[in-house]
């Protein structure tokens, strides 16, 4: 994303989360908007993987995720001493960067030998 700051991801209201900077807190979003202002690793729990989850610049869509078999979303963004402490990751990248990461990590699927399991996301643009 150009500017973090102009970002909102939404559709998360309601849903419980694991607040990963407070200590693995479980919490409730309580907003209908995300904003970035500080390090935040939250692990939102039971999406509904039909379910878009929309970014948002400056109020405007800029593009929605849906998923398949992925019931969990992750909203991350290091700030800036993390980002400082990331070899792989510029000072001031994650003014430019914020992670929308479907996943599977509350229920895990297990699989016996020849059994097979897949996860997608669709990213759809709203330019």
């Given at each position: 994303?150009?500017?973090v700051?102009?970002?909102?991801?939404?559709?998360?209201?309601?849903?419980?989360?694991?607040?990963?900077?407070?200590?693995?807190?479980?919490?409730?979003?309580?907003?209908?908007?995300?904003?970035?202002?500080?390090?935040?690793?939250?692990?939102?729990?039971?999406?509904?993987?039909?379910?878009?989850?929309?970014?948002?610049?400056?109020?405007?869509?800029?593009?929605?995720?849906?998923?398949?078999?992925?019931?969990?979303?992750?909203?991350?963004?290091?700030?800036?001493?993390?980002?400082?402490?990331?070899?792989?990751?510029?000072?001031e990248?994650y003014?430019?960067?914020?992670?929308?990461?479907?996943?599977?990590?509350?229920?895990?699927?297990?699989?016996?030998?020849?059994?097979?399991?897949?996860?997608?996301?669709?990213?759809?643009?709203?330019?």
């Amino acid at each position: 994303v150009p500017d973090v700051s102009k970002i909102a991801v939404t559709n998360l209201k309601g849903k419980v989360y694991i607040d990963k900077v407070d200590n693995k807190a479980e919490k409730t979003e309580t907003t209908n908007e995300i904003i970035i202002t500080g390090e935040t690793d939250r692990v939102y729990l039971d999406v509904d993987p039909t379910a878009p989850v929309a970014v948002l610049e400056n109020g405007q869509p800029l593009f929605t995720i849906t998923r398949k078999e992925l019931n969990t979303v992750t909203v991350w963004n290091p700030w800036v001493e993390n980002a400082k402490k990331m070899s792989d990751f510029d000072d001031e990248e994650y003014k430019g960067m914020v992670c929308v990461e479907p996943g599977a990590v509350k229920s895990w699927s297990v699989l016996e030998g020849g059994d097979a399991w897949e996860g997608t996301q669709t990213i759809r643009p709203r330019l």
